[in-house]
Antibody
Framework: QVQLVESGGGEVQPGRSLRLSCAAS????????VHWVRQAPGKGLEWVAL????????YYADSVKGRFTISRDNSKNTLYLQMNSLRAEDTAVYHC?????????????WGQGTLVTVSS | DIQMTQSPSSLSASVGDRVTITCRAS??????LNWYQQKPGKAPKLLIY???SLQSGVPSRFSGSGSGTDFALTISSLQPEDFAIYYC?????????FGQGTRVEIK
């Protein structure tokens, strides 16, 4: 069965960096686009970034553009999110999601998420 | 970006009730509308894709309808396990955007 397991979250001070990982299994990772979606405490879902199956195309929300970088290693079935210049408003649970359907813009399966807390 | 607006924000209902949640897009998204269910502390789960297609394993009491800018999720007979938050999401263009969510609570 499809599994997505995030890791790398934690508490970090504003302005610092953090790298999240998402380990995928149960499907052919290299043939799917994958996303990061975040959810601030008690709030709704906010899309963060998408990377194409081959890693050549990357898309970002305006709120993270220039600060976050999405990448993938298809040999390791792993998705990454490098987060720099973190702000308090980046505090959230970060989920990875399998992109399916047209443009990979349907979220077929989600991971449980990893909590990132940005606080001084 | 396409804005998605759900209503109501929350509702109280009893087991066995028929429940409908609506979702409106700020511009036409044709049939590119998905619905997700999220329970506390859990990952969201895809229920319905492209407006009305039921994801594998999802009970048939869930159904979706609509086109263009106006969509609906209907639960024909609410079950105890259906109490959750429901989100719509447009897949027509990047960035994919979500509604604010509808919390379905026990009356």
């Amino acid at each position: 069965q499809v599994q997505l397991v995030e890791s790398g979250g934690g508490e970090v001070q504003p302005g610092r960096s953090l790298r999240l990982s998402c380990a995928a299994s149960g499907f052919t990772f290299s043939t799917y686009g994958v996303h990061w979606v975040r959810q601030a405490p008690g709030k709704g879902l906010e899309w963060v970034a998408l990377i194409s199956s081959d890693g050549n195309n990357k898309y970002y929300a305006d709120s993270v553009k220039g600060r976050f970088t999405i990448s993938r290693d298809n040999s390791k079935n792993t998705l990454y999110l490098q987060m720099n210049s973190l702000r308090a408003e980046d505090t959230a649970v970060y989920h990875c999601g399998q992109g399916v359907g047209y443009g990979d813009r349907t979220f077929g399966f989600w991971g449980q998420g990893t909590l990132v807390t940005v606080s001084s | 970006d396409i804005q998605m607006t759900q209503s109501p924000s929350s509702l109280s209902a009893s087991v066995g009730d028929r429940v409908t949640i609506t979702c409106r897009a700020s511009q036409t998204i044709f049939s590119s509308l998905n619905w997700y269910q999220q329970k506390p502390g859990k990952a969201p789960k895809l229920l319905i894709y492209t407006t009305s297609s039921l994801q594998s394993g999802v009970p048939s009491r869930f159904s979706g309808s609509g086109s263009g800018t106006d969509f609906a999720l209907t639960i024909s007979s609410l079950q105890p396990e259906d109490f959750a938050i429901y989100y719509c999401q447009q897949g027509y263009s990047t960035p994919p955007t979500f509604g604010q969510g509808t919390r379905v609570e026990i009356k």
